[in-house]
């Protein structure tokens, strides 16, 4: 079974980083006493009385009518606060501006040329009303699909905020996905409107998004309309009567659009993500759950406080930008600071220039970008004043103690707390993680299950392993922000998270529990990769280098990277009569990149005439994986020698012991 060998080589990997790892670090005693929550008598409510336990943190939120059962459980179908109603919109603006608190700033807005907005809460309100009224001007009604394809500008989570207003749900699709996966995406989710811009700005270039729409559009019969906000000014074009611009259709219209009022279980928004197959998973998120699950999450992790500027430099494309760019920080009336670029544009000091300029007190990333600062050298960082930060988050993979430290010490100043949070896409909000006035933290490890989260290590039988082993990471109870189902697929739903472990979520990844209780996250155990936080499926950039022509078979794996924690290596087998020239090796990756989007690029691509496999036929991905991690990743393409070669045969022949 694959997944047991990949366990197994996890289990090793991470073992020998916990033997050299016993760094503690208690919460410094000014900021327990200051934090949010600092009585850890909330582990014990939660676990006591978990339904009593979110309806208190829903009742933070507005409904316009409350609900009549906390949680209804048919497993693995969930339903929280059935019977409530509430808007959206209305809880992250709506509320504050009526509390007086519409001059406070929402957003710091700062594009990778360096041009700034500010907006506040009241801007923002009226701008997310009059995107409201512009969509339901081009026939979007309640329960609607919307795709947005854009860039890190504010028109993005206008976008998303006015579909909640009217209870359209939105289809966000990362901006550095190609036209293709763009029109898989819409099509999947039936999507009758795409909101995009012309491009958006990357290490100083522009680069196209209408250009991929337009090509999408070829195949995309759900869409009507397209919006086009303009933001670098390059040349598009422009389909009359279906392509309309932003800044024609938005600002006429008024400034008051009266919110739906959503029951709690409507679908707030899809967001797509890879799986185990070619093909990703729309997963589908609700209204009152997921709110009150990031709400809570912001405010409690992060320590929220009303003078905090917090800057999370996700892109909005993806999960942490949906759940801690938008939704959680808005609804807990946040200042926060929304960049558009690189890090390292026009220089590596650009995130910590960033940080000085607005005073930034939280700051969240994800390790590829710790690691990447690293390398450059912390010179950058001292240039910068940063005493405004007194706390640091990361997300999207295992971070390594090391970066850990270097991030504590050198962006932190060995002051901040920082709290390693573990989730995804499925769990729409933070599972495991440190509160940052209560946790013992340890570098590389994501500690705690949140209050209300029942986590468990299990073996291939589903039984909880002793302090120290590795096993599969599972959630045992259900809670208010987890996806509702696989869109248009209930049973792709229960197989992928609910049948390997009966009763259980198997989230997919493997994990160890120290003696505290502590849990060590030890990446993906399926064949998900993990690229630079990006979420990658083997079997899709497979099936991607099998569209070539000239490609008889692939297979993908990921290796360890220093960097990007994985880099994409694929074998490749031609069809015979093709000559493995490096040329080619170049252009099967830009073909990959083309196909999925450049963050699919693989890394290297090795032609071999053989593949190992089992008997009953699947590729032994574990020996693909030891070959990988004996190459050099100075060349990006290479042909198999004869080692290698021997190897695989040696392999398959004996492939019948292995299964
Ligand atoms: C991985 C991103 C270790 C994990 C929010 C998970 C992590 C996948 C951590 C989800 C962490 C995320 N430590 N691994 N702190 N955070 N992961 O859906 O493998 O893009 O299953 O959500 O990222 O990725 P996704």
Redesign the pocket.
Known sequence: MSDTANLAAKTRAAIETWMLEHREFPPPPEFAVQANVNDPAVYERAATDLEGYWAEEASRLDWYRPWDTVLEWNPPFAKWFEGGQLNVSVNCLDRHVQAGGGDKVAYYWEGEPGDRKTLTYRDLHDEVNRAANALKALGVKRGDRVAIYMPMIPELPIAMLACTRIGAPHNVVFGGFSSDSLADRINDSQARVVITADGGYRRGKASGLKVNVDEALAHTPSIEHVIVVKRTGQDVTMVDGRDLWWHDLVPRQADWCEPERMESEDMLYLLY?SGTTAKPKG?LHTTGGYLTGVASTHRQVFDIKENDIYWCAADIG???GH?YIVYGPLTNHTTGVMYEGTPDWPDPARWWEIIERYGVSIVYMA?TAIRAHMKWGPKYAEQHNLSSLRLLG??????NPEAWIWYHDHIGGGRCPVV????????GC?M??PLPGITTTKPGS?TKPMPGVDADVVNDRGESVPVGEGGYLVLKKPWPSMLRGIYGDPERYKATYWSRFPGMYF???GARRDGDGDYW????VDD?M?VS???LSTTEIESALVDDKRVAEAAVVGREDELTGEAIFCFVILKSGVDAVPELGEELRQHVATKIGPIARPRQVMFTPDLPKTRSGKIMRRLLRDIAVGRPLGDTTTLADTGVVELIREATRSAADDE
Do not use: F
């Open positions: 993500t997963i993806w999960v942490t759940s390790p990361t997300v999207g993979e295992p971070i390693d949070t573990w989730w995804q896409t499925e769990t933070i495991i993680s994501a989230p997919g990844d996250l030890m990446g993906r998900v993990n936080g990006h979420r």
